[in-house]
């Protein structure tokens, strides 16, 4: 089935796809019109992308690995552009959290973090970055946190890692710009996934508590940010931190 959308003939790499924000980002992408690259350690996990992406008519090439491996992303990346012939987008979503205070949390818990929120992305945009030049439209988006925007107890690793994002996505947007690669942050709120499904009930009703707009977020609300991040409507848009998080970040209610 020939592509329509306004992603036609694209190729979109997304890591963390197999399930949650990921696997969202990825099924709006491929109904937007693009093929997509669909990256988790778990292959077993990716087929169910694979298929939804197949259902829409789009080739899905689903890689099992971890980003945190450098050399493993540098082969798979390189092996798989060249099978989809070439490579638009790059989502990088995987991640993970390790929570604990500052004052028992190991060297271990650090630095899982650290290696697959911040330097997983280092690798995924290194590997990348080659292939995105050669795009006319080459976009890169790096899925952060509110968290890295605003701290939280108990997060001091994941919102190190996710605050890096920042510094390092306007690096690339300005290193990039001159081969029409742009390169923005998403900050998700809170998000129902695997990652807060295990969140005590109180902590959950509080963090509601935060949200102006009264509702946890879902996959998809992430996702249609990212589809127009990648559309060429976004074109001049590079740089950018933008929270989708219904209010949370700017805190309470207004009335
Ligand atoms: P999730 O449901 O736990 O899914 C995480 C995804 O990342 C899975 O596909 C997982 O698959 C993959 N992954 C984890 N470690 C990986 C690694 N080392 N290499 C490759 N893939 C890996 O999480 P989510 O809630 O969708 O979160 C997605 C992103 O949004 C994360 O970066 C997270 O920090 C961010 N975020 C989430 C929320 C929220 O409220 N949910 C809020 C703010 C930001 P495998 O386990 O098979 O590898």
Known sequence: MSATGTLAGRVALVTGASRGIGRAIA??????????IAIARSADALAATKA??????RRCFAVALDVADGAAVTEAVKRVVEEAGRLDIVVNNAGVTRDGLLMRMSDDDWNSVLDIDLKG?????RAASRALAKSPAGRIVNISSIVGMIGNAGQSNYAAAKAGLFGFTRSLAKELAGRRVTANVICPGFIETDMTSGLPEAMKQQSLGQIPL??????EDIAGVVAFLCSDAAGYLTGTVIPVDGGLAIGGFGG
């Open 121 to 125: 992305v280092f690798h995924v945009c």
């Open 27 to 36: 099924a709006r992408l491929a109904a937007d019109g693009a093929d997509v």
């Open 214 to 219: 009264r509702r946890f977020g879902a996959g």
């Open 52 to 57: 939804d992406i197949e259902a829409r008519g």
